[in-house]
């Protein structure tokens, strides 16, 4: 289970492959001026534009623009002289070759996760296997939430043309690729790699860290799973980044910065207001500088500010606010697009409250139950704290730069990201979730890598960096470079959250019962004591693994009883899996996971499958329910 196998080799070939695809797309729309990292996530979100639009508007199958995207960014990028060159391909060799133990680790990922189950796997299998959007009068969509965004499911889509079975295990590759890639960004800013250029070994190991063991956000079973949480991590890297470099130069880049919008705005639902709260950091940032007295010049060696005026802002203050709207018409058309169809399909999402009904006496809950995550998850939140109060320290030294500028950035999104959630809990959150203030940390990693990269500026702009000798230096990559090979070995059992107990229990049940299955069958599940999570896990591998059974018509109840069986042959259904069966139930085997078949009036055993004792050897995590699986809690 921890190794690759050939069929998981060809998945990790087909990430590569689309990654290369959406960068050559980048290429054809802004040409090479941006870093190649940047460029991956600019074609994405012109496919995202592309599939949304074709999807909403088109009844006809996606495969028709996703086959002709391919085809134009491959003519495109050589239309325009978009191939990277040599030093290009010098980088992208680099990073993939340091980022190979990770791809050799995560290569067998399996689906994990509770929203991977209830909606976010469903609805990528849907587009491989329907080619369309869901909606009424279309095929049934076996999802708790149909409508939700899809800008992520039409990368697995991508791959799901060339390998029907891609998305199971590619949707948590793909995120690994754009965690990769924001390694060879961060790499490229650190090392001041220029045109022509390629980050050395050193610097690449110490991006690829950045962005995952070094990312104090980093949690490897929600940002390598299929979950969103990466997706809008990188793509508020991706953005920080292009607006702070448009503010130092022209032409602005407002298209690139439009396009990375585009892919982030529906990657959850609240991807709109990361787009908004990054548009206003990006403009607070710029106005912070206009209003910043230019610092006083330092004394020769001192520092690295050697003027008594900043670096002009490209276009000015009223220019900043120009970038910021015509940069988020793409995500705001796509935006309009998705509403559309969420609108006319009939199809279900998560809603936000009425707003006659937003929750605006829970903000003192909320607002203490944020102190005590900050409390309880201090290390993370002091890093925020120590890159907000860096800012003003490297602004005196060295004035207005990208580094500044980005730590200005940094926090200013900080800010504006917080009043969004703010809004998020009145609004959209029910009861206990608002006041609790549900999921704050997950949702504050969403700058997770921005603050990386944040801090590791903060550190040059101090001149924290400049205290190590060169010697020190030669010594810390060597270092790096040997921990990024090691680190994902090492590491093993977190990154592979996928065989935690007792996940690998409900996998093997899965396998048990597919030879008894054939497609539309009608099935019992009886899963005594389950909270609905080991039905929505054993479904799902059933519905949308290989071998897949599709369309099976499954019955699921938290107990296992003769009232029960009387229940499920009253309705029609003659097969009955029990996952774990009580002493006496008609007949069937105790305290093991059995099939049985209704057959002339009786209940029999088909098939049976004791737990093995080494089972409850092993650690359990509380991902699923285990009663279901003949263990008490």
Request: with cysteine; net charge neutral.
């Amino acid at each position: 289970m921890y190794l690759p196998n050939l069929h998981n080799l060809v998945d990790v070939g087909i990430v590569w492959a689309i990654g290369l695809v959406m960068m050559l797309a980048g290429s054809a729309m802004v040409g090479r001026r941006l870093p190649p990292e940047i460029r991956i996530v600019v074609g994405w979100g012109a496919f995202c534009l592309v599939m949304t639009a074709w999807g909403v508007l088109s009844g006809l199958s996606l495969a028709i623009p996703a086959t002709a995207f391919v085809i134009s960014a491959i003519t495109g990028a050589l239309l325009r002289s978009g191939l990277p060159d040599r030093a290009e391909w010098s980088g992208i060799a680099g990073l993939l070759v340091l980022s190979l133990p990770f791809w050799l680790v995560m290569a067998p990922i399996r689906p994990a996760e509770p929203d991977t189950w209830l909606n976010i796997l469903p609805n990528a299998v849907y587009l491989v296997d329907h080619g369309v959007l869901p909606a009424a009068g279309r095929p049934d969509a076996h999802s708790f939430l149909p409508a939700a965004p899809y800008n992520t499911q039409f990368l697995a889509y991508l791959g799901g043309l060339v390998e029907p079975d891609f998305p199971a295990g590619g949707m948590s590759l793909v995120n690994l690729l754009l965690l990769v890639a924001s390694g060879g960004l961060f790499a490229r800013t650190i090392a001041g790699t220029g045109p022509g250029e390629a980050p050395g070994w050193a610097a690449t190991a110490l991006g690829i860290l950045l962005a995952t063991g070094l990312n104090l956000g980093f949690v490897p079973r929600i940002h390598l799973a299929a979950y969103g949480e990466t997706g809008l991590a990188v793509t508020a890297l991706m953005a920080g980044w292009v607006f702070v470099e448009a503010l130092e130069r022209r032409p602005w880049p407002v298209l690139a910065l439009g396009l990375v919008f585009a892919a982030m705005v529906e990657i959850k639902q609240s991807g709109f207001g990361l787009v908004a709260a990054c548009a206003a950091a990006g403009v607070s940032a710029a106005m912070l500088e206009r209003l910043t007295p230019p610092p006083d010049p330092l004394p020769q060696g001192e520092g690295e500010f050697r003027g008594t005026t900043p670096p002009p802002l490209a276009g000015g203050g009223q220019g900043v606010f120009a970038l910021a709207i015509l940069a988020v018409l793409p995500a705001v058309l796509v935006f309009l697009l998705w509403r559309f169809h969420v609108s006319t399909s009939g199809m279900d999402e998560l809603r936000p409250l009425p707003f006659d009904q937003w929750q605006w006496s829970n903000l003192p809950a909320i607002l203490g139950a944020t102190l005590r995550t900050v409390a309880a998850k201090g290390v993370y939140f002091a890093a925020v704290a120590a890159a907000i109060a860096a800012l003003p320290i490297a602004v005196r030294r060295v004035g207005w730069g990208f580094g500044t500028r980005f730590l200005a950035f940094h926090a200013a999104l900080e800010l504006w990201y917080f009043l969004f959630l703010l809004l998020t809990y009145v609004g959209h959150f029910p009861g206990a979730w608002s006041s609790e203030a549900h999921s704050f940390y997950r949702y504050e990693t969403h700058l997770s890598l921005v603050l990386s990269l944040a801090l590791a500026l903060a550190v040059r702009e101090t001149g924290l960096a400049a205290r190590l000798t060169p010697r020190c230096w030669g010594i810390a990559g060597r270092i790096v470079t040997v921990a990024v090979l090691v680190t994902p070995v090492a590491c093993l059992s977190l990154l592979r959250f996928d065989l935690a107990m007792p996940q690998p229990l409900v996998w093997d049940l899965a396998k048990n019962l597919v030879p008894y299955l054939h497609d539309g069958d009608r099935l019992a599940l009886l899963l005594p004591g389950d909270n609905g999570s080991v039905a929505t896990m054993l479904g799902g591998v059933l519905n949308d693994t290989a071998p897949v059974r599709k369309n099976l018509e499954l019955l699921v109840r938290d107990r296992a009883d003769a009232a029960t069986l009387a229940e499920a042959a009253a309705q029609g259904y003659r097969l009955a899996f029990v996952s774990c069966t009580p002493e006496g139930l008609a007949g069937l085997p105790a305290q093991a996971a059995v099939l049985a078949k209704y057959d002339d009036g009786t209940w029999r055993a088909v098939a049976d499958w004791p737990y093995p004792p080494t089972a409850n050897r092993s650690r359990w995590q509380h991902i699923l329910s285990w009663r279901p699986l003949c263990r008490a809690e």
